[in-house]
C-alpha cells in the first residue's frame, strides 16, 4: 500500500508538494477528530475522582467545539489541495503521453495497440483521475488515525498497546494475501476492459463490412459475449475479495474483544486505573475503524494498481531516437536508396535478415514475393517507422537515423491501400501534404490526381467536408485525393502498396493515371501487385522469408528457374492477375 502511495506520488510530479501539504492537513484533521474522545476521557476521569466542575464541563465543551471547527477547516483545506490535483495531474499525463505516442515508431500503432492506448486513455487514466487523489487523502487520513489509536492504548499500558500491534500485524498479514489474489484479479478485469474496447472499436469501425457481408447477428453475438465476459470478470473480483473481506472483519471483532477482555484483567489485577479503563472502552469500538476503512477501499487500490501498470507499460515504449542532426544533401553521387545488410525483427524471431540493394534516382524498385515474406517491412523501415536492428537504411548516402524524422518525411510520400481523410474539407485535407501551398497549387495536384472533376461536381466543391458526418466518398474517389496529396507534396521518394481490392473500373484507370503522375521524375519503391508494374520495374527484388532470393528484370528473371517465374505463372493464370495486368 505505502508501495501504491509513492508511486501515486510520483506520478503526482510538480503537484507533489502540493499533496504533501494536504498530507499534513490529513493529519491535523485526524488528530482534531479523535481529541473529542480524549477531552470526554478527562471529563469522565474527572467526574469519577470528584474533581468535575462546571468550568471544567465548559471548558472542555468549548475545546470541543474548536476542534470540531478546526476539523472541519483542515478537511477543507486538504479537499482543496488534492481535489483538483487528480484532475490536473491527468491532464498533463495526457499530454505526456499525446507527446510519448507522437514519439514511438509508427509501426507501434497496430489495431491491438491503438485499442491498449484508448483504453488507457479512457479507462485506466479516468479511473485513477477520479480516485486517486481522494483515495490518497483518505488513506493517509486513516492511517494517522490507526496510529494515533496505538499511541492512545500504549499511553493507557504497554500490554494495550502491544496487543494493539499484534492484532494490527495479523489485519496486515491477511491484507496482504487479500492484495496479492486481488492484484491478480485486477490485472485479469483490467486486460477483459482492453479487450472489451478493442472489440468495440472494431465493431464500430467495421460496421459497414459487418451489414454488407451481413454479418450483424454474428458480429453482434461476439461483441455481446465480450459484454458478459467483462460481466462475469467484474463479479468474480468481486466475489473472490469477499471472503477476504469477511477475513479482516472477524480480526477487527476479536480485535475489539481481545482489547476489552485484556482492559479488564489489568484493571482486575489493578494495573489499570478504572478512568483508564472505561476511557479504553470509549476508544476501543472505533479502534479498528480506521483499519477497517483503509482496507474496505483496497478494492479500488487494486484497480488503480493496475491501472497505474498499464500506464506505465505504454509510457515505458521506446521512443523513437530523434536527435539526429545530420542533413539529406540535395543531390548525391550515389544510389538516392539503399539498404546496407540489414536484418530486422518485430520480436524475438528475426523478420528480415541480411538485405542489401541500391535503388538509383528516379527508378523503380518492385518487391514482389508470398505474403508475409516481408515486403512491408523493408518499404516500413526506409519510412523509419522502426528503426533497422542491424545494418544500414541509407537515403542519399546518409543513414536515415541520423537525420531528423521531419527531414526524412519531407523527402517521401507514402500510398497505402488503406486511405485515411480526415474530418475536413477536401481543401485541406489534399493541402496537409504541403500546408503553404497556393490554393491554385492545390487545384492543380488535384487535376493531375484525377480528382478534380468529381470535387467540382459535389455541392461545395473544394469546401466540402468528407470524412464522418460529412460527404462520404468512394473508396477509388478517396484514395485520389490521398495521391493528390502526396502529388502536392512533391517528395522524391515514393513508397507505393499497390492496391489489391478491387475497385471499379473507370476508378481503376483513374487511381492509374494518378499514380503515374505521382511517381512521375520520383523515386520508387512499390510493393507490386500488378503485372504492368513489375514488367516497367527497373529492378526486382523477390522477397521471401526476409530475405531477398532473385533480384533483376523481368525478362531475365523469367529465364531463371525459380520462385519468380512460378510466381507469375500462377499469377498469369488467375484471372486477377489478367484482369489487373491490362
Ligand atoms: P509482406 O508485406 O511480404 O506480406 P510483411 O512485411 O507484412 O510481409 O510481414 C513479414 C513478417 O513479419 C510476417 O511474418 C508478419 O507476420 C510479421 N509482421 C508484420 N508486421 C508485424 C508487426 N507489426 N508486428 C509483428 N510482426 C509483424
Not at 492484484?183 to 464500430?204: P, Y
Not at 483496497?298 to 497505474?308: D, E, F, G, I, K
Not at 494518378?514 to 520495374?537: D, F, M, P, Y
Request: hydrophobic share 45%; proline share 2%; with cysteine.
Amino acid at each position: 500500500m505505502i508501495a501504491l502511495m509513492k508511486r501515486i506520488l510520483n506520478v503526482a510530479g510538480g503537484y507533489k508538494g502540493r499533496i504533501q501539504l494536504a498530507f499534513l492537513f490529513s493529519f491535523l484533521k485526524s488528530l482534531l477528530a479523535k481529541a473529542p474522545i480524549g477531552m470526554a476521557f478527562l471529563v469522565l476521569t474527572a467526574f469519577l475522582d470528584g474533581s468535575a466542575d462546571g468550568r471544567l464541563c465548559l471548558t472542555m465543551g468549548a475545546a470541543m467545539a474548536i476542534c470540531l471547527v478546526l476539523q472541519v477547516l483542515c478537511q477543507h483545506a486538504a479537499d482543496r489541495l488534492q481535489s483538483a490535483a487528480g484532475f490536473m495531474v491527468f491532464a498533463e499525463k495526457r499530454m505526456e503521453l499525446g507527446a510519448h505516442l507522437r514519439k514511438l515508431p509508427m509501426g507501434y500503432f497496430t489495431e491491438g495497440n491503438i485499442g491498449k492506448i484508448s483504453s488507457v486513455l479512457s479507462t485506466d487514466m479516468v479511473f485513477i483521475e477520479e480516485n486517486c487523489m481522494t483515495a490518497l487523502a483518505d488513506m493517509m487520513s486513516y492511517i494517522f488515525a490507526e496510529a494515533i489509536m496505538l499511541a492512545f492504548l500504549f499511553a493507557v499500558h504497554p500490554w494495550l498497546g502491544l496487543a494493539g500491534c499484534a492484532l494490527m500485524l495479523l489485519v496486515l498479514a491477511i491484507a496482504k494475501g487479500m492484495r496479492r489474489e486481488g492484484l491478480e484479479d485486477s490485472d485479469i478485469r483490467q486486460a477483459q476492459s482492453e479487450n472489451l474496447t478493442e472489440a468495440v472499436l472494431d465493431f464500430a469501425e467495421g460496421i459497414g463490412i459487418i451489414k454488407t457481408y451481413n454479418l450483424l447477428g454474428e458480429k453482434s453475438a461476439e461483441l455481446t459475449e465480450n459484454f458478459r465476459e467483462s460481466r462475469k470478470t467484474s463479479i468474480d473480483f468481486e466475489e473472490n475479495h469477499a471472503p477476504w473481506q469477511r477475513r479482516l472483519n472477524l480480526v477487527f471483532g476479536l480485535g475489539v474483544a481481545v482489547v476489552v477482555a485484556l482492559t479488564l484483567f489489568l484493571r482486575g489485577r489493578g494495573l489499570l486505573d478504572s478512568s483508564l479503563a472505561v476511557g479504553v472502552m470509549l476508544f476501543v469500538f472505533d479502534l479498528f475503524g480506521p483499519m477497517k476503512a483503509l482496507y474496505g477501499q483496497s478494492s479500488r487500490l487494486t484497480v488503480m494498481n493496475s491501472c497505474m501498470d498499464r500506464i506505465e507499460e505504454v509510457f515505458a515504449e521506446a521512443e523513437l531516437s530523434d536527435k539526429g542532426t545530420a542533413h539529406i544533401p540535395a543531390r548525391s553521387g550515389g544510389p538516392e536508396v539503399e539498404f546496407r545488410n540489414v536484418s530486422f525483427s518485430y520480436g524475438e524471431k528475426e523478420t528480415l535478415h541480411d538485405i542489401s540493394f541500391r535503388l538509383e534516382k528516379n527508378q523503380m524498385a518492385a518487391l514482389v514475393g508470398p505474403s508475409g515474406g516481408g515486403k512491408s517491412t523493408i518499404a516500413s523501415l526506409l519510412a523509419r517507422f522502426w528503426d533497422v536492428k542491424s545494418g544500414q537504411v541509407l537515403v542519399r548516402g546518409v543513414d536515415i537515423r541520423t537525420v531528423p524524422l521531419s527531414e526524412l518525411m519531407d523527402h517521401i510520400s507514402m500510398v497505402f491501400q488503406r486511405v485515411y481523410l480526415f474530418q475536413d474539407t477536401i481543401y485541406n485535407n489534399i493541402s496537409m501534404g504541403r500546408p503553404d501551398a497556393s490554393r491554385e497549387e492545390v487545384i492543380e495536384a488535384a487535376r493531375k490526381a484525377r480528382c478534380h472533376d468529381f470535387i467540382m461536381s459535389l455541392p461545395d466543391g473544394y469546401d466540402t467536408v468528407v470524412g464522418e458526418g460529412g460527404e462520404s466518398l468512394s473508396g477509388g474517389e478517396k484514395q485520389r485525393i490521398s495521391i493528390a496529396r502526396c502529388i502536392l507534396k512533391d517528395a522524391p521518394i515514393v513508397i507505393l502498396d499497390e492496391a489489391t481490392a478491387s475497385v471499379d473500373a473507370d476508378n481503376e484507370s483513374y487511381i492509374q493515371q494518378a499514380i503515374s503522375e505521382l511517381c512521375k521524375g520520383k523515386t520508387l519503391l512499390v510493393i507490386a501487385h500488378r503485372l504492368n508494374t513489375i514488367r516497367n520495374a527497373d529492378q526486382i527484388f523477390v522477397v521471401a522469408e526476409g530475405q531477398i532470393v532473385q533480384r533483376g528484370v523481368h525478362e531475365a528473371l523469367m529465364q531463371e528457374e525459380g520462385i519468380y517465374r512460378k510466381f507469375v505463372s500462377v499469377r498469369e493464370n488467375s484471372q486477377g492477375w489478367n484482369s489487373r495486368s491490362a
